[in-house]
């Protein structure tokens, strides 16, 4: 026991009192001053429940079976109060939405400096360091509420590092960054690290990650640790099907394998006009700028559309547009024909259905079973169909095994699943899904995608991504928005070979892309790692 090590995990063991399986098993581990570690693993194998043990939130606010203990500078974590201990420990949450609290930018960010009793000239220049340390001095004076995913994100970060804690727990930072703020984000981290902050980041795009040299890795499966070491080793440790490696790995590794086969179901070249936006603008405010302008779009029968673009691009406000939750300010948007001005929510329900970014916008029945059989209950279907329903959808996207359990007591990636499973179970015609990876491991995200698009029914998919390898795996059409406006259309190869237009939006190319574009030739399309490795 060491005062000067920040952190020493001993035979850590949690068991949440809503599930009868341990959520971790005889966890032991240290975090060196200076260290940046990745934690890695499946979605549900315990990283956020380690998060939530080391900032205290267990064992006070999630209730279960703890044994072992946590030492923070020498201190067991338990002997400290949450304010001790936040002062040492800070976090940034999974979700941004569970953890801004302020109504503006710059209220948010003071909060909890706030809450310290610190006079207010300290609290200013701390602020306004911190909002210019991270490049989003230009939001200070923003609503929270009408921030992107991102922005959220970022401003969430700021009021934690305005704290200066000594240990920083990053739970999946990345997963609502545009791919430049990704990058960005972890220059950050590393940044800190060598300035003396110790970091714990968990985070499932690990090939990302690794770009940044963490000095440790640690990979959880089922809550137990099958890997701690340095990360060249860690390659040779897990299963290129479960964590996202860089692609010429996949390549080595899976041409010794069977090549997958994928088809999708969807009709292809159909040319029915599902949903026509015309000519659309939206401002939030009415004095306010435009969040998506001059919009002209058509999806059609057939269509996989993979709709990428920068933070506050104006991607989800698109979106919520098809689905009626927003009405244009000028233009219109027709769904099956009708103007959506014409048209209940409820009504667009029936044609296109839609997973919304953060799962607990959606989330609130006592029980997983119950959360998927209430869309179709509540559109007429008859209890067989319910039942088929929700069978096929808990198969579909891997959530056997939990159908009792509540939804919100399951990990952020699990829950984003429900909710997927909840759209599907209703069987609309249209597919739209915000995110849909955030959240989710490699392998069950590449899972849940096919059998979604083979599954029969869909006229045709559109989901909003940050993961530009999911676009290159699954897209037959690429739409790019930046500045609230489309710039690209068209087929992957078109729109993703154009590197100066990838870079004006905020796109980095991956691995795969550039693997892609060397067989383009060859293939005349694009396809995943594994199936590039059989060519």
Do not use: W
Not at 248 to 255: E, G, K, N, S, T
Not at 272 to 284: C, I, K, R
């Amino acid at each position: 026991m060491s005062a000067d090590r920040p952190l020493q995990i001993e035979g850590l063991t949690f068991r949440y009192h809503t599930r009868p399986e341990p959520a971790l098993q005889e966890v032991s581990l240290t975090l060196e001053p200076g260290e940046l570690l990745l934690v890695a693993g499946a979605s549900g194998c315990g990283k956020t429940t380690l998060i939530r043990c080391i900032n205290g939130l267990i064992p006070r606010t999630y209730r279960g079976e703890l044994q072992g203990r946590i030492l923070v500078y020498g201190q067991d974590a338990r002997s400290l109060s949450m304010a001790e201990l936040s002062q040492q420990v800070g976090t940034l949450l999974q979700d941004p939405e569970r953890q801004i609290v302020g109504s503006f930018v710059l209220n948010e960010v003071a909060f909890g400096l706030e809450n310290l009793g610190l006079p207010r000239a300290e609290i200013r220049a701390r602020v306004e360091e911190v909002l210019a340390y991270l490049g989003i001095a230009h939001l200070r004076d923003r609503e929270t509420f009408y921030l992107s995913g991102g922005e959220k994100q970022k401003v969430a970060l700021a009021g934690v590092l305005a704290m200066r804690p000594r240990i920083l727990l990053l739970d999946e930072p990345l997963a609502c960054l545009d791919p430049v703020s990704a990058q960005e984000a972890l220059a950050l981290f590393r940044r800190l690290a060598d300035e003396g902050v110790s970091i714990i980041l968990v985070e499932h795009r690990v090939e990302d990650a690794l770009s940044i040299r963490p000095d440790r890795v640690l990979f959880l499966q089922d809550g137990r640790i099958t890997y701690f070491g340095p990360p060249d080793r860690m390659t040779d440790a897990v299963d290129y099907r479960q964590v996202k490696l860089p692609a010429p790995l996949i390549l080595q590794r899976a041409a010794a394998e069977p090549p997958p086969r994928f088809e999708p179901a969807i009709p292809p070249n159909g040319r029915e006009p599902l949903v026509v936006f015309e000519d659309v603008s939206f401002a939030y405010d009415e004095a306010g700028p435009p969040v998506i302008q001059d919009v002209n779009l058509t999806i059609r029968q057939g269509d996989v559309i993979a709709l990428l673009g920068p933070n506050g691009a104006g991607k989800t406000t698109l979106v919520k547009h098809a689905i009626g939750l927003l009405k244009p300010r000028k233009g219109r948007v027709l769904v099956g024909g009708q103007d959506t001005r014409e048209m209940s929510v409820a009504q667009v329900a029936r044609t296109l259905g839609y997973v919304f970014q953060h799962p607990g916008h959606m989330l609130f029945a006592p029980t997983v079973r119950e959360e998927l059989a209430f869309g179709p209950r509540n559109i007429g279907f008859s209890r067989e169909e319910i039942e088929r329903s929700v069978a096929q959808a808990v198969e579909m996207v891997n959530l056997r095994g939990l159908e009792e359990y509540p939804p919100l007591a399951l990990s952020f990636g699990q829950q984003k699943r429900v909710s997927i499973a909840a759209v599907l179970a209703m069987r609309s015609r249209i597919l739209v899904m915000d995110e849909p990876t955030a959240g989710q491991d490699y392998g069950n995200y590449m899972a849940f995608m096919e059998s979604i698009l083979q599954m029969p029914g869909f006229a045709a998919v559109l989901f909003i991504t940050h993961d530009l390898d999911l676009a290159i795996c699954y897209a037959n059409r690429v739409v790019l928005m930046a500045g609230g406006r489309i710039v690209a259309d068209g087929p992957p190869p078109e729109v993703l070979s154009d590197m100066e237009l990838l870079r004006r939006c905020r796109i980095v190319p991956t691995s795969l892309l550039r693997l892609n574009l060397e067989y383009l030739p060859r293939t005349g399309r694009f396809l995943r790692a594994e199936v590039l490795a059989h060519m």
